[in-house]
T-cell receptor, first 117, second 116 residues
Framework: EAGVTQFPSHSVIEKGQTVTLRCDPISGHDNLYWYRRVMGKEIKFLLHFVKESKQDESGMPNNRFLAERTGGTYSTLKVQPAELEDSGVYFC???????????????FGQGTRLTVV | AQSVTQLGSHVSVSEGALVLLRCNYSSSVPPYLFWYVQYPNQGLQLLLKYTTGATLVKGINGFEAEFKKSETSFHLTKPSAHMSDAAEYFC??????????????FGTGTQLKVEL
């Protein structure tokens, strides 16, 4: 079974440009999460999809970030326009949805390392 | 609000020595607790988790952790380090009450180095 896949693995863009990150979750996983790690700091939650719906986007830094999950399969995270402070590693994770309580284990992708220069 | 503190951003041990990675958490509700590991060029992998029941939790690769409510700690240990354990380790907490599931609050990570 394929794991969580993220594209690209690395991206270097100039300040002001647009970048789109993609995450393909494990097939059948309704939960999809985005996290970000800024260099030297902790991994921080960005948002959570359940199927195609945004369940929780409390961690999104500002309106330059737009996440979508059309059809409830893969997800994209667009940064427009990118700023220097957006540099970091963006992780995607997915898990099965259960009725109540703790969901099943979240599987993480390798991450996309974004560098804004 | 929840938070996680990992003491020591870098820990170095000799091969065969005890591994102890410290994690303290803060949570206003009963927590779920996790340890993840990230090997070079790989994603985060779940080592072990505490949800309910036995406070000593065993994970993969010989690691274990003990939930101590009175100390708000969840330290990770392994009796004998192996070179392959060199990686970055993350402690995380999630909120069991709201069923936050996999919405995790992470610590800043501890880089483990294993020396011959």
């Amino acid at each position: 079974e394929a794991g969580v896949t993220q594209f690209p693995s690395h991206s270097v863009i100039e300040k002001g440009q647009t970048v789109t990150l993609r995450c393909d979750p494990i097939s059948g996983h309704d939960n999809l999460y985005w996290y970000r790690r800024v260099m030297g700091k902790e991994i921080k939650f960005l948002l959570h999809f359940v199927k195609e719906s945004k369940q929780d986007e409390s961690g999104m830094p500002n309106n330059r970030f737009l996440a979508e999950r059309t059809g409830g399969t893969y997800s994209t995270l667009k940064v427009q326009p990118a700023e220097l402070e957006d540099s970091g590693v963006y992780f995607c994770a997915s898990s099965h949805l259960v009725g109540t309580g703790l969901n099943t284990e979240a599987f993480f992708g390798q991450g996309t390392r974004l560098t804004v220069v | 609000a929840q938070s996680v503190t990992q003491l020591g951003s870098h820990v170095s041990v000799s091969e065969g020595a005890l591994v102890l990675l410290r994690c303290n958490y803060s949570s206003s509700v009963p927590p779920y607790l996790f340890w993840y590991v990230q090997y070079p060029n790989q994603g985060l992998q779940l080592l072990l988790k505490y949800t309910t029941g036995a406070t000593l939790v065993k994970g993969i690769n010989g690691f274990e952790a003990e939930f101590k409510k009175s100390e708000t700690s969840f330290h990770l240990t392994k009796p004998s380090a192996h070179m392959s354990d060199a990686a970055e380790y993350f402690c995380a907490v999630s909120d069991r009450v709201t069923g936050g599931g996999n919405k995790l609050t992470f610590g800043t990570g501890t880089q483990l180095k294993v020396e011959l």
